[in-house]
DNA sequence: CGCATAATGTTCTAATTAGGAACATTATAC
DNA sequence: GTATAATGTTCCTAATTAGAACATTATGCG
């Protein structure tokens, strides 16, 4: 994937119509002189992650929706975008399955929490055990 | 809010710590200079927006779980809570918290699925060999 | 249309900041 | 305890940014 500063800067531009505002507006909310924006927008300077981050919430969108980024389309979390961009709409099937799976196997959940409790190292490790023996249960 | 770059930094070290790489090796895969994760790692300089949407491709995980962006984290929580009540389905706080420990887990979060999906007494016997794992790190 | 002014785009400058190479320190393995 | 891997730091250069001032374009209205 190849990613440019385009689809962000176009982005911002986008999103600051949408709320119906002037980039004059857009400035005073960030306290930052509107030339910026101006040239946010227009691609010739790219904005630090942190006015991004203030840009994600005056928007009230995801970081990853005002950047554009689709690379985890195929992760959990992509619907999680989704639904954050659109809250009449349900959960994600496979999201809702694994939080089930894990309520309703109260041994598995709790064997997750005590690796969540344990050393990074040590998670790792078992990790590694564990994907092989899954392996192995899946040959079976 | 507050924001600062701390926690983008350090969100940096500890994902890449995550995947058990050096800094040299998260250097190559983004075809930059060691010394800048270095930097970047403690804080001395703040990476740019196409890094971070490297990194997040790298880590496998969304730009927001990168850069710790809580506002975001906040309303997916409420989101859960939501679908859950109007599910009538009692909600439960540490399934959360392990959810998100899955989303910033992505090894692990693979693992959980795939043992999802196996028929229930491999399931179980996994849970039994994996709660003796446990044991052991948790005893060293 | 033609004017006023709002909105946006561009240029220039000063200052900051990032990146790479080389060097310094710390951690780890044997 | 030493060798080496891994990480941290400094110095330098090059690139980038923000803001102010100026230029252009768009919009509303008589």
């Given at each position: 994937?190849?990613?440019?500063?385009?689809?962000?800067?176009?982005?911002?531009?986008?999103?600051?119509?949408?709320?119906?505002?002037?980039?004059?507006?857009?400035?005073?909310?960030?306290?930052?002189?509107?030339?910026?924006?101006?040239?946010?927008?227009?691609?010739?300077?790219?904005?630090?992650?942190?006015?991004?981050?203030?840009?994600?919430?005056?928007?009230?969108?995801?970081?990853?929706?005002?950047?554009?980024?689709?690379?985890?389309?195929?992760?959990?979390?992509?619907?999680?975008?989704?639904?954050?961009?659109?809250?009449?709409?349900?959960?994600?099937?496979?999201?809702?399955?694994?939080?089930?799976?894990?309520?309703?196997?109260?041994?598995?959940?709790?064997?997750?929490?005590?690796?969540?409790?344990?050393?990074?190292?040590?998670?790792?490790?078992?990790?590694?055990?564990?994907?092989?023996?899954i392996d192995q249960f899946e040959k079976i």
């Open positions: 994937m190849t990613i440019n500063t385009e689809i962000i800067t176009h982005n911002i531009s986008f999103f600051r119509k949408q709320k119906n505002w002037t980039q004059q507006e857009l400035a005073d909310k960030l306290k930052i002189s509107r030339s910026v924006i101006a040239k946010w927008e227009n691609n010739i300077v790219t904005p630090d992650i942190i006015s991004l981050i203030k840009l994600s919430e005056i928007f009230n969108i995801t970081l990853d929706h005002l950047v554009g980024n689709d690379s985890f389309r195929h992760d959990i979390l992509k619907e999680f975008k989704r639904v954050y961009s659109s809250k009449t709409t349900p959960f994600d099937d496979e999201v809702i399955e694994l939080i089930e799976f894990l309520m309703t196997n109260p041994t598995l959940k709790q064997e997750v929490q005590r690796i969540k409790n344990l050393p990074l190292k040590k998670q790792q490790s078992i990790q590694t055990v564990l994907s092989e023996l």
